[in-house]
């Protein structure tokens, strides 16, 4: 079956200095893995994704993550941190197999605090 | 853009009644979600719809039914509200399933209380 963890529950940085939020996953199919990011009273919206293509994925608003097998990571970076960067991010993985087949798998999410 | 409209932010209910969360999405996708979201637990599934009629069970679908009369229109029903259904309902939708241009668009959330 598939599965994401995500390693911290809270991380809290400072404006301008870089951002790692980091995620790993379980899944014996190659992996589609999704970073979505929800902000206070909002809705969650795609930051990235990986699909097999390259494993370096650069998504909106200045975020990237890489896909690496061996280490069965997606970790989630950004140069610098903006306080608009608060916010609750989440790291998914597609399931694949008789009952997951169609189901996008959360991880348990990592709220991001950005002290000015 | 694409509007996935929940019909209330905040519900508040009591124990024993039936609760309808009302959920609708314009750009005509073919397949709806419902999550539901606990802090420290992330979004768990609790059903997903493919096409009109047609609805499969996510990972946590006790207590939960779903209708879906309407492509547009998705709804979670609660049958019997209890107060461990206190949560976050989140729906969303999206166009295809798997693929590069798999997206998932998310309403904003209800905020349903069962006391």
């Known amino acids: 079956a598939q599965s994401v963890t995500q390693l911290d529950s809270h991380v809290s940085v400072s404006e301008g200095t870089p951002v790692l939020l980091r995620c790993n996953y379980s899944s014996s199919y190659s992996p589609s893995l999704f970073w979505y990011v929800q902000h206070p009273n909002k809705g969650l919206q795609l930051l990235l994704k990986y699909t097999s293509a390259a494993t370096l994925v650069k998504g909106i608003n200045g975020f990237e993550a890489e896909f690496k097998k061996s280490e069965t990571s997606f970790h989630l970076t950004k140069p610098s941190a903006h306080m608009s960067d608060a916010a609750e991010y989440f790291c998914?993985?597609?399931?694949?197999?008789?009952?997951?087949?169609?189901?996008?798998?959360f991880g348990q999410g990592t709220t991001l605090q950005v002290k000015p | 853009d694409v509007k996935v409209t929940q019909s209330s932010r905040y519900l508040v209910k009591r124990t024993g009644e039936k609760v309808f969360l009302e959920c609708v999405q314009d750009?005509?996708?073919?397949?709806m979600f419902w999550y539901r979201q606990d802090p420290g637990l992330g979004l768990r599934l609790i059903y997903f719809s493919y096409d009109v009629k047609m609805k499969e069970k996510g990972d946590i679908p006790e207590g939960y039914s779903v209708s879906r009369e309407k492509k547009e229109r998705f709804s979670l029903i609660l049958e019997s509200a209890s107060t461990n259904q206190t949560s976050m309902y989140l729906c969303?939708?999206?166009?295809?399933?798997?693929?590069?241009?798999?997206?998932?668009?998310f309403g904003s959330g209800t905020q349903l209380s069962v006391l």
């Open positions: 998914v993985v597609r399931g694949y197999g008789s009952s997951n087949t169609g189901k996008l798998i």
């Open positions: 969303a939708s999206s166009w295809i399933i798997g693929g590069a241009n798999e997206k998932l668009f």
């Open positions: 750009m005509d996708h073919e397949n």
